[in-house]
């Protein structure tokens, strides 16, 4: 296992120096209520006092739910100013005005919410001299599972390096509130929606993948598929060079 002590206090003076090296107020992230973003907060928060956790909700009951208390509950137990921010009459507006010059299929409308809430970061950061904290995990990273352009946005991270199974130990080690230690990873794209179930396989299996090379043949096969079509993501936008 992982010096978790020694992480957590490499991972702050990260965070302390880019703060003051880039001249800014304070931090300002997305506190979803789950792991990842539970532990970029509190790494934050002890790095920079002047940190803000905005709860997102969006469409999805769940955002309203255990979502919501779960995001309260590490605000109230870490000390993180907390604000709320319901984007779902800006959703609703966008799918209204977007499907007047197109069909959304599935997908592109599950990524509204991401994006929306990437928007109101930046536009918190940008209004009161804040960097944007990512939360992205290396399992989610991986597997492309993020929305380009909405959660895969960020200034900084300071957890990409982390498996998911290894956010859940660090989380562990820093008593973090149990109920967003033990809940089932998701995004809230759409209601009922798990990230594992999604994927068609657990973030154990990914981990171990990635941690020692070994994986089931059916596990391979979704890896390499995922890793494969998402490989856009982790590129820099294609531009153009003269020749």
């Known amino acids: 296992m992982r010096d978790y002590q020694k992480e957590f206090d490499g991972r702050v003076a990260y ?33 920079c006092e002047d940190t803000v956790g905005i709860i997102l909700p969006c469409a999805s009951r769940r955002n309203f739910g ?14 993180i100013e907390t604000r709320v921010l319901d984007l779902t009459p800006i959703r609703e507006t966008a799918e209204q005005v977007i499907g007047t010059v197109t069909d959304i299929n599935a997908a592109s409308l599950a990524n509204i919410a991401p994006r929306l809430r ?38 900084f991270n300071p957890i990409s390096d982390l498996t998911a199974t290894e956010v859940i130990e660090f989380l ?5 509130p149990e109920s967003i230690r033990t809940k089932a990873p998701s995004a809230g794209l759409y209601e009922g929606q798990t990230d594992e179930q999604e994927m068609g396989i657990s973030y154990a299996a990914i981990d171990r993948f990635l941690l020692t090379g070994e994986a089931s043949e059916a596990d391979r096969a979704i890896l390499d598929r995922f890793h494969g079509r998402s490989e856009h993501k982790r590129r820099p936008a294609s531009t153009y060079v003269d020749p």
């Open 15 to 47: 965070i302390r120096a880019l703060v003051e090296r880039s001249g800014v107020r304070g931090i300002v992230f997305g506190n979803s209520g789950g792991k990842d973003s539970a532990l970029v907060g509190i790494l934050c928060k002890a790095a």
């Open 66 to 79: 255990s979502d919501l208390d779960d995001g309260n509950a590490l605000a109230e137990q870490y000390g």
């Open 118 to 155: 990437m928007l109101a970061l930046y536009t918190v950061a940008g209004s009161e001299g804040r960097l944007v904290a990512g939360t992205g995990n290396r399992s989610e990273a991986y597997m492309g599972y993020f929305t380009k352009w909405g959660d895969g946005a960020y200034d």
């Open 172 to 176: 562990t080690f820093l008593d973090a």
